[in-house]
Protein backbone atom coordinates (compact mmCIF):
# COMPACT_ATOMS: atom_id res chain seq x y z
CA UNK A 1 0.00 0.00 0.00
CA UNK A 2 2.92 2.31 0.59
CA UNK A 3 4.33 2.11 -2.40
CA UNK A 4 1.27 3.79 -4.31
CA UNK A 5 1.46 5.97 -1.43
CA UNK A 6 5.10 7.11 -2.46
CA UNK A 7 3.94 7.41 -6.18
CA UNK A 8 0.84 9.32 -5.57
CA UNK A 9 2.57 11.34 -2.99
CA UNK A 10 5.75 12.51 -5.57
CA UNK A 11 3.08 12.99 -8.18
CA UNK A 12 1.29 15.66 -6.43
CA UNK A 13 4.63 17.33 -4.59
CA UNK A 14 5.47 17.30 -7.81
CA UNK A 15 2.20 18.78 -9.17
CA UNK A 16 2.30 21.46 -6.48
CA UNK A 17 6.16 22.77 -6.60
CA UNK A 18 5.95 22.88 -10.47
CA UNK A 19 2.32 24.09 -10.77
CA UNK A 20 2.06 28.14 -10.59
CA UNK A 21 0.63 29.37 -7.56
CA UNK A 22 -2.17 31.59 -7.92
CA UNK A 23 -1.83 34.76 -5.50
CA UNK A 24 -2.56 33.98 -2.31
CA UNK A 25 -3.17 36.35 0.73
CA UNK A 26 -2.63 34.68 4.01
CA UNK A 27 -4.80 35.61 7.02
CA UNK A 28 -3.98 37.98 9.20
CA UNK A 29 -1.85 36.85 11.75
CA UNK A 30 -0.69 33.45 10.26
CA UNK A 31 -3.47 31.78 12.22
CA UNK A 32 -4.78 29.51 9.90
CA UNK A 33 -2.88 26.33 11.53
CA UNK A 34 -1.12 28.08 14.39
CA UNK A 35 -2.18 29.52 18.13
CA UNK A 36 0.56 32.02 17.81
CA UNK A 37 1.21 30.97 22.01
CA UNK A 38 -1.89 32.05 23.11
CA UNK A 39 -3.79 28.74 22.79
CA UNK A 40 -7.54 28.03 21.56
CA UNK A 41 -10.03 26.30 23.20
CA UNK A 42 -10.68 24.55 19.91
CA UNK A 43 -7.16 22.74 19.74
CA UNK A 44 -5.48 23.18 23.21
CA UNK A 45 -2.69 25.20 24.66
CA UNK A 46 1.30 24.54 25.09
CA UNK A 47 1.94 22.25 27.86
CA UNK A 48 4.46 21.99 30.41
CA UNK A 49 7.15 19.41 30.64
CA UNK A 50 6.68 18.53 34.17
CA UNK A 51 2.54 18.18 33.43
CA UNK A 52 3.39 15.75 30.43
CA UNK A 53 1.78 12.47 31.44
CA UNK A 54 3.78 10.58 28.40
CA UNK A 55 5.79 10.73 25.42
CA UNK A 56 4.62 10.17 22.07
CA UNK A 57 7.39 9.53 19.50
CA UNK A 58 5.72 10.99 15.98
CA UNK A 59 7.71 9.35 12.75
CA UNK A 60 7.36 11.22 9.63
CA UNK A 61 7.56 9.83 6.40
CA UNK A 62 7.43 11.20 2.82
CA UNK A 63 3.59 10.98 2.90
CA UNK A 64 2.61 9.47 6.55
CA UNK A 65 3.03 9.17 9.90
CA UNK A 66 3.56 6.90 12.14
CA UNK A 67 1.20 6.51 14.51
CA UNK A 68 -1.74 7.15 12.15
CA UNK A 69 -3.77 7.88 15.46
CA UNK A 70 -3.52 9.37 18.53
CA UNK A 71 -5.68 8.74 21.80
CA UNK A 72 -5.73 11.12 24.36
CA UNK A 73 -7.60 11.82 27.84
CA UNK A 74 -9.36 15.44 27.42
CA UNK A 75 -6.96 17.44 29.31
CA UNK A 76 -4.03 15.65 28.64
CA UNK A 77 -0.91 17.18 28.30
CA UNK A 78 1.76 15.04 26.14
CA UNK A 79 5.47 15.73 25.31
CA UNK A 80 5.94 14.87 21.48
CA UNK A 81 9.07 13.99 20.13
CA UNK A 82 8.86 14.64 15.64
CA UNK A 83 11.46 12.68 13.43
CA UNK A 84 11.05 13.78 9.98
CA UNK A 85 12.60 10.42 8.56
CA UNK A 86 11.41 11.64 4.75
CA UNK A 87 13.42 12.72 2.20
CA UNK A 88 11.11 16.10 2.10
CA UNK A 89 10.15 18.79 4.63
CA UNK A 90 7.38 18.08 6.47
CA UNK A 91 5.10 19.50 9.85
CA UNK A 92 3.19 18.16 12.24
CA UNK A 93 0.42 20.35 13.31
CA UNK A 94 -2.09 20.21 15.80
CA UNK A 95 -5.60 21.89 15.07
CA UNK A 96 -9.16 21.19 13.87
CA UNK A 97 -9.69 20.28 9.67
CA UNK A 98 -10.40 24.00 9.28
CA UNK A 99 -7.44 25.43 10.63
CA UNK A 100 -5.66 22.94 8.37
CA UNK A 101 -7.37 24.00 5.49
CA UNK A 102 -6.98 27.78 5.90
CA UNK A 103 -2.98 26.94 7.19
CA UNK A 104 -2.36 25.21 3.79
CA UNK A 105 -3.23 28.11 2.16
CA UNK A 106 -0.50 30.39 3.98
CA UNK A 107 2.10 27.18 3.34
CA UNK A 108 1.14 27.65 -0.55
CA UNK A 109 2.02 31.50 -0.04
CA UNK A 110 5.43 30.22 1.61
CA UNK A 111 6.13 28.00 -1.07
CA UNK A 112 4.98 31.06 -3.66
CA UNK A 113 7.48 33.65 -2.19
CA UNK A 114 10.73 31.06 -1.85
CA UNK A 115 10.41 30.83 2.08
CA UNK A 116 9.59 27.21 2.15
CA UNK A 117 11.14 24.62 -0.68
CA UNK A 118 10.51 20.94 -0.96
CA UNK A 119 13.39 19.92 1.26
CA UNK A 120 14.50 23.01 3.27
CA UNK A 121 13.39 26.08 5.09
CA UNK A 122 14.77 30.14 4.79
CA UNK A 123 14.71 31.25 8.35
CA UNK A 124 15.84 34.39 7.17
CA UNK A 125 12.89 34.86 4.46
CA UNK A 126 10.57 34.58 6.78
CA UNK A 127 12.22 36.69 9.17
CA UNK A 128 11.58 39.75 6.57
CA UNK A 129 9.37 42.05 6.38
CA UNK A 130 6.67 40.87 4.20
CA UNK A 131 3.91 43.54 3.83
CA UNK A 132 5.89 43.95 0.02
CA UNK A 133 4.19 40.19 -0.37
CA UNK A 134 0.86 41.16 0.58
CA UNK A 135 1.51 40.11 4.26
CA UNK A 136 0.49 42.23 7.01
CA UNK A 137 2.61 39.92 9.75
CA UNK A 138 5.51 37.07 9.91
CA UNK A 139 5.81 34.33 8.59
CA UNK A 140 8.05 32.92 10.90
CA UNK A 141 5.98 29.17 11.65
CA UNK A 142 7.44 29.15 15.22
CA UNK A 143 4.00 28.60 16.93
CA UNK A 144 3.47 25.75 20.13
CA UNK A 145 1.35 24.05 18.07
CA UNK A 146 3.63 22.65 15.03
CA UNK A 147 7.05 21.39 14.42
CA UNK A 148 8.49 22.03 10.85
CA UNK A 149 11.17 19.88 10.04
CA UNK A 150 13.97 19.49 7.29
CA UNK A 151 14.94 15.69 5.85
CA UNK A 152 16.80 14.27 9.39
CA UNK A 153 15.56 16.39 11.82
CA UNK A 154 14.10 16.12 14.88
CA UNK A 155 12.03 18.98 17.39
CA UNK A 156 9.42 18.43 19.99
CA UNK A 157 6.37 20.02 20.96
CA UNK A 158 4.52 19.59 24.53
CA UNK A 159 0.70 20.23 24.09
CA UNK A 160 -2.36 20.40 26.67
CA UNK A 161 -5.30 18.95 25.09
CA UNK A 162 -8.36 20.45 25.47
CA UNK A 163 -11.48 17.85 27.12
CA UNK A 164 -13.09 17.32 23.98
CA UNK A 165 -13.05 17.92 20.26
CA UNK A 166 -12.69 17.07 17.02
CA UNK A 167 -8.48 17.52 16.05
CA UNK A 168 -6.13 16.14 13.55
CA UNK A 169 -2.66 16.38 13.30
CA UNK A 170 -1.59 17.02 9.47
CA UNK A 171 1.37 18.06 7.20
CA UNK A 172 -0.16 21.06 5.83
CA UNK A 173 2.94 21.49 3.16
CA UNK A 174 1.29 21.54 -0.60
CA UNK A 175 -0.17 18.56 -1.88
CA UNK A 176 1.19 15.96 1.66
CA UNK A 177 -2.21 16.32 3.66
CA UNK A 178 -4.08 15.41 0.46
CA UNK A 179 -1.43 12.21 -0.33
CA UNK A 180 -2.27 10.66 3.40
CA UNK A 181 -0.07 13.34 5.71
CA UNK A 182 -3.06 13.25 8.10
CA UNK A 183 -4.08 11.55 11.60
CA UNK A 184 -6.67 11.41 13.94
CA UNK A 185 -6.73 12.58 17.47
CA UNK A 186 -9.29 10.34 19.35
CA UNK A 187 -10.49 11.65 23.15
CA UNK A 188 -11.04 8.84 25.23
CA UNK A 189 -14.41 8.81 26.42
CA UNK A 190 -15.26 10.09 30.01
CA UNK A 191 -11.48 10.57 30.84
CA UNK A 192 -11.20 14.54 31.29
CA UNK A 193 -8.10 15.44 33.71
CA UNK A 194 -8.14 18.38 35.47
Avoid at 31 to 45: C, E, R, T
Avoid at 155 to 173: D, V
Wanted: glycine share 10%.
Amino acid sequence: MRSFKTTAFAAALTASVLMPLAPLQAAPGHSGGHSHGHGSAAIGQPGKAAEASRTVTIVMGDNYYEPERIEVSGGETIRFVVQNKGEFLHEFNIATPEMHAAHQKEMAVMFEHGMLTPTSIDREMMKMDHSKMGMSHSMQHDDPNSVLLEPGQSGEMIWKFPSSGTLEFACNIPGHYETGMVGAVQFRAGSARK
